[in-house]
């Protein structure tokens, strides 16, 4: 991959995140595994990668000085993340590429039925 290619993906990843609010994993994870052919584990591995800079920090921003964050929640939630994180990494280097794939379909599905119907 160039490194344009990649920065114009983080771009465009960064950018809905920001309008919608929705984690780049889930947005990133599917375009990795089908538009660059990574394994279900590789393309999670290389979302969570994202992650080790302050990617959100501008789009944070944003939303702070509108009045519209909470930080010291958000930095108590990213505590729990750091811990979580490693577990959840861990964990996942144990289950199969198919159960793991079907594992992130079936939590966007969820997650998505309850958006849509929700009043």
């Known amino acids: 991959m160039t490194v344009v290619i990649a920065i114009a993906l983080g771009v465009v990843i960064g950018m ?3 309008l919608i ?6 947005l990133l994870t599917p375009v990795l595994i089908y538009g ?3 394994t279900q584990h590789k393309a999670q591995g290389t979302s969570l990668a ?3 800079l302050p990617s959100g920090i501008l789009a944070f921003w944003n ?3 509108a009045g519209n964050a909470d930080l010291k929640l958000g930095l108590l939630i990213a505590v729990g993340v750091f811990i979580g994180g490693y577990f959840g990494g861990k964990w996942a280097q144990y289950v199969s590429e198919t159960n793991l794939r079907r594992m992130f379909a079936l939590f966007l599905i969820a997650i998505a039925l309850k958006m849509f119907f929700q009043k």
């Open 16 to 18: 809905i995140s920001g």
């Open 21 to 26: 609010g929705v984690g780049g994993g889930a």
């Open 36 to 38: 660059f052919h990574m």
């Open 50 to 52: 994202m992650l080790l």
């Open 63 to 65: 939303y702070h000085k």
